[in-house]
């Protein structure tokens, strides 16, 4: 039988803990220009909001959740259903 | 480095058991709350342009911060027992509670005001059903933390959480975290867009 570290999970979590006040303001800084963004004419709003958003929900799943430190086996769970759903919701945009 | 104990629940794989359900619980809900969004793609499309034009982005801007604001106090809480300070664990997680009261309480205004206010309801238009639907999910999962996190704040004012043993609060956050990620993703599709 394949041998398993017991201590695994304990060793991801003891890694060195991100700035959480510097994530903190990345998130209140985009929240600030997408709500801007909305302001000013001739921006593309849909590519350019859709992109700062994901950029927020990346860096709360990467350092909030701490996906990027932990076991990749999380990430993988969490990422499966976006096979489903991405294809979902690119078939009821069109 | 806080050492397992023996009241870790591993898995095969090694990673604890707690952690690994609740992943796959937000994996679940990743596929309700996308289900509940692509039906509410629908619903605006078939909704006249500018539907949306009622709501109160400013107002809600604020809401955002607010629950942006929690998130970093649910992160700050369990940095705080993993350095084994249990006032510093009591306070933040108090702040994200009061925090999260306020998000619900704006979002409650927010309905009163667009409901009685501006006659905007779930039974008038499409794009109300959906956004009530899809907001209202949301809401009830916030209320939802709310009650976990006064639960875990009796916990922790009786001491239940060490350095070495705070599995309940990092399963907490995550589920916190998730509802901001979220509302990221509403307030972008909802309200700015």
Redesign the interface.
């Known amino acids: 039988m394949k041998h398993?570290?017991?201590?695994?999970?304990?060793k991801q979590?003891?890694h060195r803990?991100p700035n959480?006040?510097l994530?903190?303001v990345f998130?209140?800084a985009v929240?600030?220009l997408?709500?801007a963004i909305?302001y000013i004419p001739g921006v593309p709003?849909?590519p350019v909001?859709?992109a700062?958003?994901l950029a927020?929900?990346s860096a709360?799943?990467l350092y909030?959740?701490h996906l990027r430190f932990d076991?990749w086996?999380?990430a993988v769970?969490?990422l499966?259903?976006?096979v489903?759903?991405i294809p979902?919701?690119l078939v009821?945009?069109v | 480095?806080?050492?397992?104990t023996t009241t870790?629940k591993?898995t095969?794989?090694?990673?604890?058991s707690r952690?690994?359900g609740m992943?796959?619980f937000?994996?679940?809900e990743?596929?309700l709350f996308?289900?509940l969004?692509?039906?509410f793609?629908?619903m605006q499309?078939r909704s006249p342009a500018g539907a949306n034009h009622v709501l109160n982005?400013?107002l809600t801007?604020v809401n955002?911060?607010i629950l942006?604001?929690s998130?970093?106090t649910?992160?700050?809480a369990l940095?705080a027992i993993?350095d084994g300070d249990q006032k510093k664990l009591r306070t933040f997680l108090l702040a994200t509670l009061a925090l999260g009261a306020t998000f619900l309480g704006i979002q409650i205004i927010e309905y009163r005001h667009l409901i009685v206010g501006e006659g905007f309801t779930p039974a008038g238009s499409l794009f109300g059903a959906g956004f009530f639907t899809v907001t209202g999910f949301h809401g009830f999962h916030v209320f939802i933390g709310l009650i976990w996190c006064a639960w875990l704040i009796l916990q922790a004012v009786a001491g239940r959480f060490t350095a070495a043993e705070h599995m309940r609060v990092?399963i907490f956050?995550?589920y916190w975290?998730?509802v901001?990620?979220v509302w990221?993703?509403l307030?972008?599709?909802i309200y700015?867009?």
């Open positions: 398993v570290d017991p201590n695994q999970d304990v979590r003891s803990k959480y006040l994530v903190f998130l209140a929240t600030a997408e709500v909305t709003l849909a909001l859709v700062l958003s927020k929900a709360v799943l909030f959740m076991h086996w999380y769970i969490f499966v259903p976006f489903l759903v979902l919701v009821v945009r | 480095m806080s050492q397992p870790h591993y095969t794989t090694g990673l604890d952690k690994l992943w796959i937000l994996a679940t990743v596929m996308s289900s969004i692509s039906g793609l629908q499309a982005i400013p801007a955002t911060f942006i604001c998130s970093l649910v992160v700050m940095s993993q990092e956050g995550l975290h998730f901001d990620v990221i993703i307030f972008t599709l700015l867009l």
